[in-house]
């Protein structure tokens, strides 16, 4: 039921946390070949990138970064938010950013997964946050609406955004990973649904796509914890953005989706050693998720830059004198707008439906 | 393509889990021949059949199961006047057999709900998944993305706080069917040949604040915690609308499940549905309720409970007041339906006292 999109819509955006991206891309290259990708090495790298050929790509490193956000800015994309300098130079309508470390999954047939494809899919069909269809995605293949779904809510809404899963490594915290040391999540489940409207949800990173046309600056890179470090149980950044974008839109009317396409995470580093390192940030959560689902936006507030800096001002309030990091990922959120207006080509214009 | 499972391949697990505390209700206008499929898992569990229809006909019960039946006669005689809140040719009569139940808790499943088979072949023991999800916490206030925590092989995600962990009881688990689903008559007219065949291997908590329509196809609960909240409305005969028993119920106990911090899971188990009702009768029926649901829907979705209703009982008349209030306007019947749902919890009290511990009804 997918719109037919064009290639030159989609812009592929990896951030490089590990120079060698030999393996990955030639694992992804059936999939990613297609399209324009956006590769973004951290800035705290120092190695060269390795890169194999044969991809239409465009590689973004530290000095040029510096030149065209400033060095000061440029210290917001560090680690695995370097991508997000990657969604703000790109000028394509929707991204897909899978991070480094996971390759395409097999489905129980034994299919490659095509990620890429499976997230288009998701993008250009409806979502359904008003109410919940219990056969999942109504739109997918095979299935529909059920009995005592209002006929009025049937035409959806637009879906902004599409979280896709892992299997192997799945995406825990720190203190569960190294509890259940040899748990890895081999459960893949045959669906796509909408994350009902004013539920909140921990978006993952690892495995996303979103219209940047629609969405905008809504994916924020702000929260940096004070050990951040360069695996994701010692980040908390992409959680943080996931609840920013979620309220945005179930304030604009937009959707959420989580479900398929899997990605194949591989194993990669010691949660043990993670968690000796960070634990803040499994105890900054006890404050975040309260925050977000107190927050309520203005009925003013009818485009995503708007709803960004509203959010941005309750957290400084609010959090502001909680935690520092609070304060700054509030800064960071309003800096991040300015650069969208000036930097980020293509302005956003949804309004509030 | 979806199969059922045949009765060979069912087999009886080692411990039938909470077998003295759960009560099985069929409604049956037909036959229970479907039991004998159903055997391995069931037969050790105390079964409540409500016989609709006819009470004059006999409904042959397949040897070694333990029940009770009652039929209108029976419905008649056991509650008196307030019998006009169960309905009568339609499958919306099954509340009254969680209203007489003794136990905790009540697992319905329609007479045309067979055992499934997982991708593996294996047949589903539907009722074991719907014990394993009551017994296990709700998540409703923050979304699990690997869905049900307390399943083997998942957990909570990263950025879940832990405070949230914990969880809340589960009042109710809503099962899935494969091969018919549960489309109404207007998809079902345009869709006659589409099958369920894919196999969602997850069960989730739905959200609190979210309705979702709730099937009692293949449906359990722990009637101590939610059972006043399940009555299946006025259907069937005399009555202007059919095929809504299950929804109604489903806003209701959300609404109201919300409100008291108790979770509903949707998802496994999975059971064969192998008939398909006639569109075209099933169109005459839900006809109504498919421009009064356009109202229902909202109602439902702005009720608000006052702090003062801390028990099922009073969350549902209160919530009988509000329909009588709000919805009368969209048609005399809610004004109706309204005392009817008084009626019931009139009718529930009276048949389960506060503290009284009794046994089992006995068979006919």
Known sequence: MSVAIKDDEIDIVIGAVRSDLTSFLNEWRPMFSRFHLIIVKDPDLKEELKIPEGFNLDVYEKPYMDRVVGSSTSVLFSGYACRYFGYLVSRKKYIISIDDDCLPARDPKGFVVDAVSHHITNLTTPATPFFFNTLYDPFAEGSDFVRGYPFSLRSGVKCALSCGLWLNLGDYDAPTQALKAKQRNSRYVDAVMTVPAGSLVPISGINIAFDREVLGPALVPALKLAGEGKFRWETMEDIWSGLCVKVVCDHLGLGVKTGLPYVWRTDRGDPIASLKKEWEGVKLMEEVVPFFQSVRLPREATTVEDCVVEVANAAKERLGSTDPVFARAAKAMLDWVNLWKSVGYISSSSSAV | ?364
């Open chain 2, 1 to 364: 393509m979806a199969e059922p499972a045949t009765a060979t391949e069912a087999a009886a697990p080692a411990v039938a889990l909470l077998k003295d505390e759960l009560d099985i209700v069929i409604p049956t206008i037909r036959n229970l021949d479907f039991l004998e499929m159903w055997r391995p898992f069931f037969q050790p569990y105390h079964l409540i059949i409500v016989q609709d229809g006819d009470p004059t006909k006999t409904i042959r019960v397949p040897e070694g199961f333990d029940y009770e039946l009652y039929n209108r006669n029976d419905i008649n005689r056991i509650l008196g006047p307030k019998a006009s809140c169960i309905s009568f040719k339609d499958s919306a009569c099954r509340c009254f057999g969680y209203m007489v139940s003794k136990k905790k808790y009540i697992y319905t499943i329609d007479d045309d709900c067979f055992v499934a088979k997982d991708p593996s072949g294996k047949a589903i023991n539907a009722l074991e998944q719907h014990i394993k999800n009551l017994l296990s916490p709700s998540t409703p206030f923050f979304f699990n993305t690997l869905y049900d925590p307390f399943r083997e092989g998942a957990d909570f995600v990263r950025g879940y706080p832990f405070s949230l962990r914990e969880g809340v009881s589960t009042a109710v688990s809503h099962g899935l069917w494969l091969n018919i689903p549960d489309y109404d008559a207007p998809t079902q007219l345009v869709k006659p040949l589409e099958r369920n065949t894919r196999y969602v291997d997850a069960v989730m908590t739905i959200p609190k604040g979210t309705l979702f329509p709730m099937c009692g196809m293949n449906l359990a609960f722990d009637r101590q915690l939610i059972g006043p909240a399940m009555y299946f409305g006025l259907m069937g005969d005399g009555q202007p609308i059919g095929r809504y028993d299950d929804m109604w119920a489903g806003w209701c106990i959300k609404v109201i499940c919300d409100h008291l911090g108790l979770g509903v899971k949707t998802g496994l188990p999975y059971i064969y549905h192998s008939k398909a009702s006639n569109p075209f009768v099933n169109l005459r029926k839900e006809y109504k309720g498919i421009y009064w649901q356009e109202e229902i829907i909202p109602f439902f979705q702005q009720a608000v409970l006052p702090k003062d209703c801390t028990s099922v009982q009073k969350c549902y008349i209160e919530l009988a007041k509000q329909v009588k209030e709000k919805l009368s306007k969209v048609d005399p019947y809610f004004d109706k339906l309204a005392d009817a749902m008084v009626t019931w919890i009139e009718a529930w009290d009276e048949l389960n006292p506060a503290g009284a511990a009794v046994p089992n009804g006995k068979a006919k």
